[in-house]
T-cell receptor, first 112, second 116 residues
Framework: GEDVEQSLFLSVREGDSSVINCTYT??????LYWYKQEPGAGLQLLTY?????DMKQDQRLTVLLNKKDKHLSLRIADTQTGDSAIYFC????????????FGTGTRLKVLA | DTEVTQTPKHLVMGMTNKKSLKCEQH?????MYWYKQKAKKPPELMFV???????INESVPSRFSPECPNSSLLNLHLHALQPEDSALYLC???????????????FGSGTRLTVV
């Protein structure tokens, strides 16, 4: 079945860059997404990339997609304490139009 | 209005109770979803409604009963739940009923359910 893996935890200092990685087994997703979840809250869509793109930049966020290696990453420049949250990557599922396959989630902790 | 509103935010219920979770959106989205999220895990899809019709049921036990009274509202009726059903229940919506995915989902803040 489809599988999306992320490292569990990342700690960075305020002002540094953060890179959150995601690897997946099924490369047929049309869109790939990054969501942010703060404690006790729902998921917030941060950005997404179309599968025929290599890179997308959106203010402090840069998404890199390496389809050959089935690797997706999210870089957050000038990381702030407000960026502390869990980050999920997600892709369309080949088994259904409405279904996502979510990654396991990476908890980002930003140290002041 | 660009939000999905869920009520209540917290709910404690006994195993013999009947309760309902509510979700509302006014963005004109035609697909609405229920997800279940356990602590430190990604959300798991439960149900999808497209154009007010049940499109996907991910083999969810019948003690969970979804309802879509109109295009803006989604309910989840709960009956005879088990303690292992305690979780964060998230509602989401997306544009189009035909699986247009570029806009992603808009999630509500969730209902934290505790079954005692």
């Amino acid at each position: 079945g489809e599988d999306v893996e992320q490292s569990l935890f990342l700690s960075v200092r305020e002002g540094d860059s953060s890179v959150i990685n995601c690897t997946y087994t099924d490369s047929s997703s049309t869109y790939l997404y990054w969501y942010k979840q703060e404690p006790g809250a729902g998921l917030q869509l941060l950005t997404y990339i179309f599968s025929n793109m290599d890179m997308k930049q959106d203010q402090r966020l840069t998404v890199l997609l390496n389809k050959k290696d089935k690797h997706l990453s999210l870089r957050i420049a000038d990381t702030q304490t407000g960026d502390s949250a869990i980050y999920f990557c997600a892709g369309d599922s080949t088994s259904g139009t409405y279904k996502y396959i979510f990654g396991t989630g990476t908890r980002l902790k930003v140290l002041a | 209005d660009t939000e999905v509103t869920q009520t209540p935010k917290h709910l404690v219920m006994g195993m013999t109770n009947k309760k309902s979770l509510k979700c509302e959106q006014h963005m004109g989205h035609r697909a609405m979803y229920w997800y279940k999220q356990k602590a430190k895990k990604p959300p798991e899809l439960m149900f999808v409604y497209s154009y007010e019709k049940l499109s996907i049921n991910e083999s969810v036990p019948s003690r969970f009963s979804p309802e879509c009274p109109n295009s803006s509202l989604l309910n989840l009726h709960l009956h005879a739940l088990q303690p292992e059903d305690s979780a964060l229940y998230l509602c989401a919506s997306s544009q189009g009923g035909g699986g247009v995915r570029a806009g992603g989902y808009t999630f509500g803040s969730g209902t934290r359910l505790t079954v005692v």
